[in-house]
C-alpha cells in the first residue's frame, strides 16, 4: 500500500513539470515566433497571389503593408510580444462582401503554407481553430 502511495505522489512530482512545459509552450513559439511567422506569411500571400477564387480582393492592396500587418495581427493573436497596429477586422474587410467559399480558399492557402514549412499538424490546427473564431468579423461584412 505503502509503495502505492509512494508511486502516486512521485507520477504527480514528474506530471506537474510536464504540464507547466506545455502551458508555456505558445502557438507564437510553435510558430517559430517572430521569423518563422514572417516566413509563413510570405508562403501565404504567395498563394493568395496566384489564387483565382480571392485574387479579385487584392488587386489595388499595398501587398508590403498586408504582409506586415498579417504578421504583426498573427503574433499578436497567438500570443507574442507584437501590438498589432493594424485596422479592426470588422473595419477592414467591410465592403468587401466575402463570401464562405472565399474565406475557405484563404484558409486552403494557409494550409498549404503551413504544409510548405512542415508545421505540425497539432501546431496546424491551433492556429486554424483560432483563426475560424474570425470568421464572423470577416464574411458577409
Ligand atoms: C482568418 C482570416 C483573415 C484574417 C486573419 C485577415 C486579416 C487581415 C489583416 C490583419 C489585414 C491587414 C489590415 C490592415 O492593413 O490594417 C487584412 C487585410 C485585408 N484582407 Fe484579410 N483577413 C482574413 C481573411 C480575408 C479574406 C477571406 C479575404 C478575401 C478573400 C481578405 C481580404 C483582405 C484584403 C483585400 C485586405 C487588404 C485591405 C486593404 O489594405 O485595403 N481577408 N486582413
Avoid at 515566433?33 to 516566413?39: K, T, V
Wanted: hydrophobic share 45%; glycine share 8%; with cysteine.
Amino acid at each position: 500500500m505503502q509503495k502505492h502511495v509512494v508511486a502516486i505522489i512521485l507520477a504527480i512530482v514528474l506530471w506537474q513539470p510536464l504540464c507547466q512545459a506545455q502551458v508555456g509552450n505558445s502557438l507564437y513559439q510553435q510558430l517559430g515566433e517572430r521569423a518563422g511567422i514572417n516566413e509563413l506569411m510570405t508562403t501565404f500571400v504567395l498563394e493568395i497571389a496566384e489564387d483565382e477564387r480571392v485574387i479579385e480582393h487584392f488587386r489595388n492592396v499595398d501587398i508590403e503593408r498586408f504582409h506586415h500587418m498579417l504578421g504583426e495581427h498573427l503574433c499578436e493573436l497567438t500570443g507574442g510580444p507584437c501590438t498589432y497596429t493594424g485596422a479592426d477586422m470588422v473595419e477592414v474587410h467591410r465592403g468587401m462582401a466575402i463570401t464562405r467559399s472565399e474565406f475557405n480558399a484563404i484558409v486552403e492557402n494557409l494550409i498549404k503554407a503551413m504544409e510548405h514549412h512542415q508545421l505540425p499538424t497539432a501546431t496546424q490546427n491551433r492556429l486554424l481553430s483560432t483563426l475560424a473564431e474570425l470568421h464572423g468579423e470577416i464574411v458577409g461584412q
